[in-house]
């Protein structure tokens, strides 16, 4: 399905390492769907 684009996966970004707790607490509660990409690169 993925090779043929048709798989569709809700993304949440979280730009911060410090925020993961408060997204995930979100996502945990039913507010929020799909998975969350943490950028542990620092610019």
Known sequence: MLGEGRLDVAVTEVPL?????AVHQL????RGSGKYVVDCQRN
């Open 17 to 21: 390492l410090e925020e993961v707790p």
């Open 27 to 30: 996502l945990a509660a039913g």
